[in-house]
Antibody
Framework: EIQLQESGPGLVKPSQSLSLTCSVTGYTITSGYDWSWIRKFPGNKMEWMGYISYSGSTNYNPSLKSRISITRDTSKNQFFLQLNSVTTEDTATYYC???????????WGQGVMVTVSS | DVVLTQTPSTLSATIGQSVSISCRSSQSLLDSAGNTYLYWYLQRPGQSPQLLIYLVSNLGSGVPNRFSGSGSGTDFTLKISGVEAEDLGVYYCMQATHAPYTFGAGTKLELK
């Protein structure tokens, strides 16, 4: 069974970097598919943030392009989100997900809530 | 970015009632290859989103057939034929025809 699990700090100070890990079990992230980060803001708004492909290429939402980095550790079957220079507007629940084809997200993590506050 | 406008924002229904959610796009979602990358997701309370419908009208794996999707171009509809208690939550349409992927604002389905 494929499972994704997000982890990381629940509280980040403004201007610092947010770093999250998505650990994948049941499937090797280098075997196929794109591996995405999606966030849900308070009030239900959802935003696709970007992905890293099975080959290691990345694609980011232009609204975040100057602040976001998605990387991976293939030895641990994990991929990571780093979001720099966070503000209170980055407070959200962050999900990692597997993308089977364009925007077809078939497996999701349970989500991790991150609050940006001093 | 493509704006997806979902209506209504809140939907109250009784068990067994049939309901529809509209998703209107600011641009046509038909690409040059003839594909329409429009999806529907449901997020139940306390859970992660799950795929309901892909490519406008195809049922996701394990999704009950009381759910159906239709539409073309800029206008799309999700229909639930006979709401059940497990259907409560927030429904999102999402498009991937135009970069970046974008979501609608969500429709909350609640029991009347």
């Amino acid at each position: 069974e494929i499972q994704l699990q997000e982890s990381g700090p629940g509280l980040v100070k403004p201007s610092q970097s947010l770093s999250l890990t998505c650990s994948v079990t049941g499937y090797t992230i280098t075997s196929g598919y794109d591996w995405s980060w999606i966030r849900k803001f308070p009030g239900n708004k959802m935003e696709w943030m970007g992905y890293i492909s099975y080959s290691g290429s990345t694609n980011y939402n232009p609204s975040l392009k100057s602040r976001i980095s998605i990387t991976r550790d293939t030895s641990k079957n994990q991929f990571f989100l780093q979001l720099n220079s966070v503000t209170t507007e980055d407070t959200a629940t962050y999900y990692c997900a597997r993308e089977a084809i364009a925007a077809l997200f078939d497996y999701w993590g349970q989500g991790v809530m991150v609050t940006v506050s001093s | 970015d493509v704006v997806l406008t979902q209506t209504p924002s809140t939907l109250s229904a009784t068990i067994g009632q049939s309901v529809s959610i509209s998703c209107r796009s600011s641009q046509s979602l038909l690409d040059s290859a003839g594909n329409t990358y429009l999806y529907w997701y449901l997020q139940r309370p306390g859970q992660s989103p799950q795929l309901l419908i892909y490519l406008v009208s195809n049922l996701g794996s394990g999704v009950p057939n009381r759910f159906s999707g239709s539409g073309s171009g800029t206008d799309f509809t999700l229909k639930i034929s006979g709401v059940e208690a497990e259907d409560l939550g927030v429904y999102y349409c999402m498009q991937a025809t135009h970069a970046p992927y974008t979501f609608g604002a969500g429709t909350k389905l609640e029991l009347k």
